[in-house]
Every structure is written in C-alpha cells, then in structure tokens.
C-alpha cells in the first residue's frame, strides 16, 4: 500500500511511472488541469457551432454540416455536461486543489496516492465515454445537462436518446465514483495530514474551499449515482421510477406510474451542492489572491471560514429552487424561497471581504490580481440576479428564458472559470518552474472581461423580454425578430472572446518552455507551497517537515522585518 | 508509548540500544497480550497540527499508527457516501410507493406499487449467516491486531509469548461473506421462480435493486478481505495487513447494520 511514509523516500524514474500513471498528487494535478484544458476547448467550440447557428441557421459549418433543431440539443447538452463536469468540478478541484492542497499543509502528498492516481484515470475514462457519445448511431444525447425524464428515459424519444443517451449516463455514474474517491483523499489529507502548528484555523482559505468542495462532493455525488442507477434501470431495464404512462410517436411505453420529479428532485438535490462545488475553489483562489495582491492581511478569516460553511450548509437546503415550474405546493416554494434567499448573507459577507481585503491596500495589479478582480465582479453581477429568481413569481416568468442562462453563466460558469485562471497564473511558477507573460495575460483578461459581459449581460435583458432559452431557431419567428440584433452583437462577442482564450493558451505553453525562470517566492507570498522550491521536490520540502508558526494571511505586520511574514517562519516576539 | 501501534517502535529501539543482549531480556508488554485489539480502538493523538501528522518515517520505521488512523477517516468516508447512496434509494422509494396512477379502466388513479413476495425464511438464514460472518471478522481484527502488536518481538530467540492462537477467523469470514452472497443468489432465483423480475412492479424493481446494490457494496469488501488474506500469504508485513483487515471489518459491520435496515424497510413499508 503506497503511503506518503513509504514514497516520501523514492522518485519513479520511469516515464509512465513518472508521468502517466504516477502517484505524485503534483503530476496527478497537472494532469487533471490538462484534462480540464482539453475538455473546455471541446465546450467552448459547442457552444460557438450554437451562437453561430442562432443567427444564421441555414450555415453550413465545418465538421458538423447543417445544425437541425435535435443537432442544437445535443451541442446544448454535451455544453452544459462537459462544462459542468469535466472542467468547473475539474479543474479547480482535481487540478489546483491536488496539486496545491498538500502542499499547502505541509504533507508529502495525499492522504492515498493510489486512490488519487485512481480518481484522475477514472474521470479520464468517464471523458472518453461521453466524448464517444458523439460517434455513435443517433449521435449525442438531446436531454440536456439536467437529463429530465421522460425525455431522457425512453429510448426512442429522440435521435440521441439510444446508445448516446446511455453514455452519457454511464460518464456521469464513473465521474461520480471518481469523484467520490477524490473527495475521500481530500477530507482524510486535510484532517489527518497538516503539518505541526497548521491548525485548522490557520489553513488557507483555498484549504478551507477545498476541504468544504469535498465535503460538500462526498454527500452530492452518491445522490447522482443512485438517481443516475434509476435512470439506467428504466431506460434498460423496463422499470418505472420516473416514467409515467408515456406515448412516443403514437406507440405505447411498456411504463407506467412512474414519476419525472422523483428524478427532479434526487438530480437537484446534488445539482445544486454541485454549483457551491465549481465556485467554493474560486472563491477561495481569490480570497488567496486578493490578500497576496493587495498586501493586507485578508479581511475577517474567520468570517470567511464560516460563510463558506454556512453556503456549503444551505446548499442542500435549496434544490426546490430549480423546480418551482413543477407545481410544486406554495408552501414548499415559499420554503425553498426564503432559504435560497439565505444565502445571499454569506454570500455579501463574501463580497464585503473581499472588498474590504483590497480597501486601503497597496495593490499590485499583476494578472492573478486581475483575475481574481474579475471573479468578485462576476461573482457580484452573477449573484445579483439570484435574488429575483429565488422569488417564485419571477422565477415561473423567468424560468425558461435567457435570464437563468445570464444568471448561471456569469456566476457558476465564468466565474468560475476567472478562478481557474487567477489559479493558473498565480501558481503556474510554482508549478512549472517559469512566470507567465504579464503583457499576454493583461490582454486576454481585459478582452475576456469585457467579451463575457458583451456575452452574458444582454442574455439578462432577452430573458425579460421573454427569449425562450434551449430553442434553436427565432430568425422565422415574427415577434422575436426584433431581438435578433442582440443575439447577433452576443454571438460576435462570443467569436471574439473565444479567439482571445487563444492568447491564454499560447501564453500557457510559450511561459511553460520560454518564460523567464521564476524564484522560489516570485509573489512575495506567506503560505507553505512558498517556502519550498520551484518546482517542489518530489516530496514537496525536500525531506524536511514544514512548523508553521502564523496564519496565512500574515502581510503589513507591524514590527515585522518584510511586509510579509511567511507561515513557516520563527514566531514574532509578542506572541505571533 | 504502550500502545500496540508504538509496538515496532519500541522494537527498533531495542534493537538499537542492546542488540542482541535483547535476546535475553524479558518483554513484558504494557498492554496485557490478551486484551490487545479488544475494547476500544486506539485514540488518536490530539490533532490540529499539535504534532507531525505528516506520516514521516521516523528511525526508518513506517508509522503505522498513523497509516491506521488516515485509513480509518478513509473508511468514515466511504461509509458516509454508502449512507448518501442508500438515504437516497430510500427516498425514492418512499416517493414511488405513494405514488398515485391514472387506471383507464376504472378512470380513477390507483396505487400501482404492487406486492412482492419475498423469501424470509432464505433471508432470514442469510441475515444469520451476515451476523456470524460480522463476529467472526471482528474476532479476525482483533486476532491481526495482537499478530501486529507482538510481531516485532515474535521473531527474538529466547522470546516466549505462550501458546499461539492462529484460528482462521479471516477465512471463515471469507467463507461466510461467499455464503452470504450465494444465499442471495438463490433469494434472487425464488423470486424469479415465483414470477417476480425487477420490472414486474416498483415494489419488486426496489426489492431487487436494494438487495443487488447491498450485495455490490458487500462483494467490495469481501474483496478487501481476500486481499488481506492474500497479504498473508504473500508474507506481507503483519502492519499492512492488520490495517486491511482493521477498516474492512468496520465496513463489514457497517455492511451488516445497512442489510438489516434493508430487510426491515423491504418487510416493514411493504
């Protein structure tokens, strides 16, 4: 059984030892990042064959040909389920939380490196068989991310409703397990694996995020698992959990009694832990970033420590939010209702922190900074709208328009993903040894910013004017055609914004082979993963064990010989 | 220092300090030899950072109390994700069972959850056969644990730790959590017999499905069994295996708990 006791000793030399199938959470994380890199590319050219099909939808594209309105449906789902799964749980959890998290506490690798190793290859896998979804007869699935039923349950009811849709099912189910396992390494490392002095109250906040992300995955994931089991069994088995008596093309269903909601509310009741799971990790990376940046310790830890639990909390209180349209009791809708609303209180003080971390700081405006910028305003414009849709009134107005694609797109999705890039340009030093080009980061920061508002703010003023979300065509449609424009200015925004995601990776791969060598600390940083080398040794301290004598957060300390006071170094004299 | 974990500790130390003059000394446990494993599990040390938790090596010797304690939380866990697994099925089939349906026939909605006739006596031998298999794993653990305990002074010539007692509890477990597996087989097979598949009606597709998804969980372990006892064989260090073997009979007395919740939600909300 491989341990950190027993590979703390010996590298792997060989190269699948040492780079394919290797126990090093370090490598382990890259490749999770690589993974996630490779599976937001494939997401993000669906989602340009579908702006691009919504305003000239006789187009004739590469690759693809004619997009029908089921060809809309599958790029729709395959969107929302490789975005959802294999990049925003993907990449800040398994990539920057397995190549960070250890080091951050002061461990020579995770809790069960072979467990680690087995959760990558697992998601791998779960990203071949959805991406095989594509190629087989009757083509992707047409459900949607969230797979309702009956649609999602009958084979016949549609062109990817066969094999396709079974795919999908069985990518998900292995992403479940894979990610179960993960968040077992994740809860057992951060409980079990901290160095001496590294109280729980002295972790990171990007710890904490993770630590709560795995929380949060490990009482999600099983949910998904057992609803996703259900859906398999009818679909292929002839059972009768979620399909009613049901008539596709004039023919009988074997179903019956079944109940579609049942589905609606085991697919919330992970669905929406899983928004908290893409975001926490951002959140986090930017608390990190925001108090590095700006030179002052972070505002209220401990505020921040506990709004993040209480989200994690509520999280599983809200799932009925997404179902109001179910006719669902008033009384369980004003329930939901004032929970969701709940959460707007850790979620400001938040917001107010961060704020607050920044004010009266000597800001250093390097990309990280930039991004995590970007993620608080995201977070900020995204959130706003959350208010209005936990309200069943406007929520049953709203519901199935472009308002809810603005709102989760701005909050859970690039916002998210504004973490991930705050993440990678913050850590990229550390982890390949090389600082990343501040000119390039600059210029794609601002385009993206600027692209994702152009995308997603308009999406807002469409939903209120009563744009129906998921159709793929309004060009024949008299009374939308007046919001044609704005649906052609957001798909031009979104062929720049995507072209600008262009300069990041030629910026990503140029830093990695040419960028100028980075120092140990290039960012004048207080936290563990600063105090080793670049890139750290295999057992991250060099044989060392890491003592940690102050809080994370240490900057401007009065007294203090630096403006900053790193983790590991001798206590103060005063007490620190 | 007593505690059966600190045990290879104290060996090399030993070993260190009066090599081979050990031979001739007298070892006298802290913890009386019989009651080694019984009782509690070890306490973990306090934690928080109070000390090194980083699983280090110290004096070359694995820290196995430390391996035990992280494999430990591993095991919370997996139980906690089981439960999640389980909470919801449950779920669902307080859901389905209430569900009303529209009857054409009779145009009014009726309950079509149906009725299942289940095998209690073949159950009722397999619950039996799942609680003896859970003493006689318990019985396992505590065996491995005092192998572990006494293993690092076994070896000394002149040593004497009485008579040894080698009982195959592991395989009896092995043997048990196979004939439980098999009993299940053939309460499967009675239920097709008498007409009963996992599509003939909700209340006979969540009989099957709790059974069969309790079964999954219960093959892992005996998996994790095979393999301690493989580990044995292999001449594994006794450590390793007493870990094994430590965090799977947790899982296993957890496996026999989540079996008669099952049986007692299939026979009490038929």
Known sequence: MATPATIHAHAPQGFIRKYIFSLDHKVIGIQYFFLALTAVFVGMFLSLLMRIHLIWPTAVLPLVGEIKPETYLSLLTMHGTIMVFFVLTTAPQGGFGNYVLPIQIGAPDMAFPVLNMLSFWTTFVGFVVIIAAFFVTGGAPLHGWTGYPPLSAVQSAGPGEGLGADLWITSIAIFCIASLMGALNFITTTLDLRAKGMTMMRMPLTVWSWFITAMLGLLAFGVLLSAGILLLLDRNFGTSFYVPLVVVNGQIMGHKGGSPLLWQHLFWFFGHPEVYIAILPGMGVASQVLSTFSRKPIFGYKAMVYAMLAIGFFGFMVWGHHMFMSGMSPYSAFTFSVLTMCIGVPSAIKTFNWLGTMLHGRIRFQTPMLYAIGFVSLFVSGGLSGPFLAQPVLDIQLHDTYFVVGHFHLIMGVAAIFGIFAATSYWFPKMFGRMMNETLGRIHFFITLAGTYAIFMPMHYLGLAGQTRRYSQFTEVAYQTKLIPLQTFMTYAAIITIAAQFIFLINLFWSMFKGPKASDNPWDATTLEWTTTTPPPHDNFGGKTPVVNHGPYEYGVPGAPKDFIMQTDPPMSGGH | ?270
């Not at chain 2, 779920?91 to 149906?114: F, K, M, N, Q």
């Not at chain 2, 292999?234 to 390793?240: H, I, K, S």
């Open chain 2, 1 to 270: 220092m007593g505690h059966p974990a600190n045990f290879p500790l104290l060996a090399q130390k030993a070993r260190e300090q009066w090599g081979t003059e050990f031979a001739m000394a007298t070892y006298t446990p802290t913890t009386p030899v019989n009651d080694a494993g019984r009782g509690k599990p070890p306490v973990p040390p306090p934690g928080g950072g109070e000390r090194d938790r980083g699983g280090n090596v110290p004096n070359g010797v694995p820290d196995y109390g430390a391996r035990l304690r992280r494999a430990r939380l591993g095991m919370v866990c997996v139980v906690v994700t089981v439960c999640m697994i389980f909470i919801s099925l449950t779920s669902a089939y307080i859901v389905r069972r209430g569900l009303p349906t529209y009857e054409d026939s009779s145009a009014s909605y009726v309950h079509d959850w149906g009725g299942v006739r289940l095998p209690w006596t073949l159950l009722g031998i397999n619950t039996l056969i799942l609680l003896l298999s859970s003493v006689s794993v318990e019985l396992a653990r505590r065996q491995v644990t005092r192998q572990a305990a006494l293993a690092p002074v076994s070896g000394f010539p002149g040593v004497s730790l009485g008579r040894e007692r080698s009982f195959p509890w592991l395989g009896i477990t092995v043997l048990l959590g196979f004939g439980f597996l098999v009993g299940q087989w053939m309460a499967w097979g009675q239920l097709h017999d008498a007409g009963f598949y996992v599509n003939t009606n909700p209340s006979s597709s969540f009989a099957f499905l709790l059974t069969i998804g309790h079964a999954v969980h219960l093959a892992g372990g005996l998996m994790a069994l095979l393999w301690a006892a493989g580990a044995a064989l292999l001449r594994r260090p006794v450590e390793t295996r007493r870990i094994a073997v430590d965090v799977t009979a947790w899982y296993w007395h957890f496996m026999l708990a989540l079996w008669v919740y099952i049986f007692a939600l299939l026979g009490l909300a038929r």
